[in-house]
Nanobody, 123 residues
């Protein structure tokens, strides 16, 4: 599958953004879909994942209660709704997918990656 992210941008602290990941070439209905992020000079960090549109998603503690991941099987896409953004959320955000059953917080688990979309939060 090919993944293309969009929706990044610059916001002030406390603001919101919605990231979107469109998949093509293969249905992601049975794929685990994750969002990761990587800030300059830091390792890639898992943010959230969802295995199907009907199962509970999981979030990193740092974004729990502020971010919401959702999957749209009809549109073969996944979104990340981000609110109460803080400067520490500034990073390149990546969408990742894997057809294996189950999900993982490890980036090495995922077979398909998007090119990333930049999120910048100013104080």
């Amino acid at each position: 599958a090919q993944l293309v992210e969009s929706g990044g941008g610059s916001v002030q602290a406390g603001g919101s953004l919605r990231l979107y990941c469109a998949a093509s070439g293969h249905s992601i209905k049975s794929h685990c879909m994750s969002w990761f992020r990587q800030a300059p000079g830091k390792e890639r960090e898992w943010v959230a994942y969802i295995s199907s549109a009907y199962t509970a998603p999981y979030y990193a503690r740092s974004v729990q209660g502020r971010f919401t991941i959702s999957k749209d099987d009809a549109n073969n896409s996944v979104a990340l709704e981000m609110s109460s953004l803080q400067p520490e959320d500034t990073a390149m955000y990546y969408c990742a997918a894997d057809p294996s059953e189950g999900c993982s917080r490890q980036s090495s688990y995922y077979s398909f990656w998007g090119q990333g979309t930049q999120v910048t939060v100013s104080a």
